[in-house]
């Protein structure tokens, strides 16, 4: 569509945090998705940041999709950060919240996995 994805990751709290900005649609989903792969597949829980995102499709949602099964599957989790209103009601619509825990700050997402570690069981 025209605008570039940017991704910019930093760790804290013992979780990678990936901001994410810019288009994601057919043309920067499978980018984005080994990209996040790569980020996952040490098995640290990633915590995705979409305030920044300006448009995203059904691939993106797909590529969202896909990088939570594989942080699962390498022990790790995929949250996703965002207080954009339009962004969040796509993912509650798809049904992708139910999938991937949604917060509207990354300080939202640290205190839930911080919260899912200290659980017992």
Not at 2 to 25: K, N, P
Not at 48 to 55: G, M
Not at 64 to 80: E, K, T
């Amino acid at each position: 569509m025209g605008d570039e994805l940017a991704v910019a990751v930093r760790s804290e709290r013992g979780a990678v945090i990936a901001e994410v900005a810019g288009y994601i649609d057919m043309s920067t989903a499978a980018s984005l998705r080994e990209r996040l792969f790569g980020l996952v597949d040490g098995g640290q829980p990633l915590i995705v940041e979409l305030n920044r995102v300006t448009f995203i499709d059904s691939a993106g949602l797909g590529a969202l999709v896909a990088v939570a099964r594989r942080a699962g599957a390498h022990g790790g989790s995929l949250h996703a950060v965002c207080s954009r209103q339009q962004t969040r009601k796509l993912l509650w619509l798809t049904g992708v919240d139910r999938r991937i825990p949604l917060t509207a700050t990354v300080d939202g997402a640290l205190t839930l996995l911080k919260a899912s570690r200290d659980a017992p069981g």
